[in-house]
């Protein structure tokens, strides 16, 4: 689960004040684990003079003649947190603290451990030496542990001001980031207001200079999906307005023969209509009109340059792609009486494939349909330029007025006077196609003199 921009935020800015809080700690305890070490080696050092001091009495009873750092160290007032003891090798206590006889015993070595009791924790250093009264066990005990000194410390000088920094910091940044984020909760509230229906820019006129990119981005996106709103919206009017005329002929001619087979049959009864050869043929040409008709309007609607701007472009090999063109024409033309040829340099470029193949198909087929038998057609592709490229089509054929070269790009206009069967979508189609790839069709004299070349250029 991802956390909340706010808590990540809170989270980095309070991290180092943690660490230093957590330094702090580290090095406090440092510092008591070094006091600690000099406090283990004064006991060590005082166990010597400890032994010193142990003399034999009368009647063989040990006495103790102390000398003045043992004295300091145990003090004489008795508010010292200190303790003594000397026992024999039987445990038995001559002399100081009888509590610390109870301990494990000890050997040549200096033993040092702590202990609990008297509400306090002590530390203890014990050793056995051989003293002027015969071997005996040492033991001197610090109750004035600084490493518990310590802790109180850490906690009411370190730990507590930190917790309260960090608390008044906590707030502070949370009030701060509250304000800071307000521009984005204020986009939020705009974006949850807005209609399905509205898909204009949001103003950043207002906005901090960091939220402006992620406002500029949902602005990309709302144009995006207007473009492709509107394709929808005129795809659904072109294919409404175009198929109505050719189904109302094709439900009108079917109607006909209803009536008709109705006339000849009597109600109930199975009859056989005999319909002429030439009215089949005009009911599969009206119906290959509208198939293409549909097609056409479907290529249309996915070469819309706006609808296309989301999906990844991959190079395009144009040698393949008018190669694949002309095996898709070559018997058309060829039944027609068109000569199909093609003029090839390598070349590539950077688009969608598919979207090129329509394009150019529709251009061949264009020149195909306009072009009388015995002509010419010829594809072309090569570089232009340092790193351009293009594609074109050259026909011989009755060729386009100059003054309407602009206007054929429009959907569904037909040359004045034209007499060959179409749509008009041909060349709208491929200058969608053009348009989703950043170019244009030129429209020129064909090379012949005659007819016309149609040519698309890439980069460069």
């Given at each position: 689960?991802?956390?909340?921009?706010?808590?990540?935020?809170?989270?980095?800015?309070?991290?180092?004040?943690?660490?230093?809080?957590?330094?702090?700690?580290?090095?406090?305890?440092?510092?008591?684990?070094?006091?600690?070490?000099?406090?283990?080696?004064?006991?060590?050092?005082?166990?010597?003079?400890?032994?010193?001091?142990?003399?034999?009495?009368?009647?063989?009873?040990?006495?103790?003649?102390?000398?003045?750092?043992?004295?300091?160290?145990?003090?004489?007032?008795?508010?010292?947190?200190?303790?003594?003891?000397?026992?024999?090798?039987?445990?038995?206590?001559?002399?100081?603290?009888?509590?610390?006889?109870?301990?494990?015993?000890?050997?040549?070595?200096?033993?040092?451990?702590?202990?609990?009791?008297?509400?306090?924790?002590?530390?203890?250093?014990?050793?056995?030496?051989?003293?002027?009264?015969?071997?005996?066990?040492?033991?001197?005990?610090?109750?004035?542990?600084?490493?518990?000194?310590?802790?109180?410390?850490?906690?009411?000088?370190?730990?507590?001001?930190?917790?309260?920094?960090?608390?008044?910091?906590?707030?502070?940044?949370?009030?701060?980031?509250?304000?800071?984020?307000?521009?984005l909760r204020e986009l939020t509230r705009i974006i949850?207001?807005?209609?399905?229906?509205?898909?204009?820019?949001?103003?950043?006129?207002?906005?901090?200079?960091?939220?402006?990119?992620l406002i500029a981005a949902l602005n990309r996106l709302?144009?995006?999906?207007?473009?492709?709103?509107?394709?929808?919206?005129?795809?659904?009017?072109?294919?409404?307005?175009?198929?109505?005329?050719?189904?109302?002929?094709?439900?009108?001619?079917?109607?006909?023969?209803?009536?008709?087979?109705?006339?000849?049959?009597?109600?109930?009864?199975?009859?056989?209509?005999?319909?002429?050869?030439?009215?089949?043929?005009?009911?599969?040409?009206?119906?290959?009109?509208?198939?293409?008709?549909?097609?056409?309007?479907?290529?249309?609607?996915?070469?819309?340059?706006?609808?296309?701007?989301?999906?990844?472009?991959?190079?395009?090999?144009?040698?393949?792609?008018?190669?694949?063109?002309?095996?898709?024409?070559?018997?058309?033309?060829?039944?027609?009486?068109?000569?199909?040829?093609?003029?090839?340099?390598?070349?590539?470029?950077?688009?969608?494939?598919?979207?090129?193949?329509?394009?150019?198909?529709?251009?061949?087929?264009?020149?195909?349909?306009?072009?009388?038998?015995?002509?010419?057609?010829?594809?072309?592709?090569?570089?232009?330029?340092?790193?351009?490229?293009?594609?074109?089509?050259?026909?011989?054929?009755?060729?386009?007025?100059?003054?309407?070269?602009?206007?054929?790009?429009?959907?569904?206009?037909?040359?004045?006077?034209?007499?060959?069967?179409?749509?008009?979508?041909?060349?709208?189609?491929?200058?969608?196609?053009?348009?989703?790839?950043?170019?244009?069709?030129?429209?020129?004299?064909?090379?012949s003199g005659h007819g016309l070349r149609i040519r698309?250029?890439?980069?460069?």
């Amino acid at each position: 689960m991802v956390a909340s921009l706010r808590w990540r935020l809170m989270l980095v800015l309070l991290a180092p004040l943690l660490s230093l809080a957590l330094l702090s700690a580290w090095s406090g305890w440092r510092a008591a684990a070094q006091i600690d070490r000099l406090q283990d080696q004064r006991l060590a050092r005082l166990l010597p003079l400890l032994a010193d001091s142990v003399i034999p009495g009368e009647a063989g009873a040990p006495v103790l003649v102390m000398a003045p750092p043992l004295q300091q160290f145990l003090g004489t007032d008795g508010q010292t947190m200190t303790a003594f003891a000397v026992a024999d090798l039987q445990g038995t206590v001559l002399a100081g603290h009888a509590w610390l006889a109870g301990l494990p015993r000890a050997g040549d070595a200096v033993d040092f451990r702590s202990e609990q009791g008297g509400g306090a924790i002590w530390r203890i250093a014990r050793q056995q030496q051989v003293t002027r009264a015969g071997p005996m066990v040492l033991a001197l005990a610090d109750a004035s542990d600084t490493r518990q000194q310590w802790v109180r410390a850490i906690w009411w000088e370190v730990t507590l001001p930190h917790l309260v920094i960090m608390s008044l910091a906590f707030a502070a940044m949370r009030w701060s980031l509250g304000c800071v984020t307000r521009p984005l909760r204020e986009l939020t509230r705009i974006i949850e207001q807005r209609s399905a229906e509205d898909l204009g820019p949001i103003p950043d006129d207002a906005s901090p200079k960091e939220v402006r990119p992620l406002i500029a981005a949902l602005n990309r996106l709302f144009r995006l999906v207007d473009g492709q709103a509107e394709g929808q919206r005129r795809f659904i009017s072109d294919a409404s307005h175009q198929l109505r005329t050719p189904l109302a002929a094709l439900q009108s001619q079917v109607e006909a023969w209803a009536h008709a087979g109705r006339r000849i049959s009597p109600p109930g009864q199975l009859g056989t209509l005999l319909l002429p050869i030439e009215q089949i043929e005009m009911l599969r040409s009206a119906t290959r009109r509208t198939s293409g008709l549909a097609n056409q309007l479907l290529a249309l609607s996915r070469a819309d340059a706006r609808s296309l701007r989301a999906e990844p472009t991959r190079p395009v090999n144009l040698v393949a792609l008018c190669e694949g063109v002309l095996e898709l024409h070559l018997e058309r033309a060829t039944d027609r009486g068109i000569d199909l040829g093609v003029e090839l340099q390598p070349a590539m470029a950077q688009g969608y494939e598919w979207l090129l193949r329509e394009a150019l198909s529709n251009l061949v087929d264009n020149a195909i349909k306009y072009s009388p038998a015995g002509r010419a057609v010829t594809i072309r592709c090569g570089p232009l330029g340092m790193r351009g490229a293009f594609v074109e089509v050259d026909d011989e054929g009755i060729g386009i007025p100059a003054d309407e070269r602009a206007r054929v790009l429009q959907r569904f206009y037909r040359v004045r006077g034209c007499e060959v069967e179409g749509t008009g979508l041909g060349l709208a189609i491929a200058e969608e196609i053009a348009r989703a790839h950043g170019s244009q069709l030129d429209l020129q004299t064909g090379s012949s003199g005659h007819g016309l070349r149609i040519r698309m250029a890439f980069g460069g």
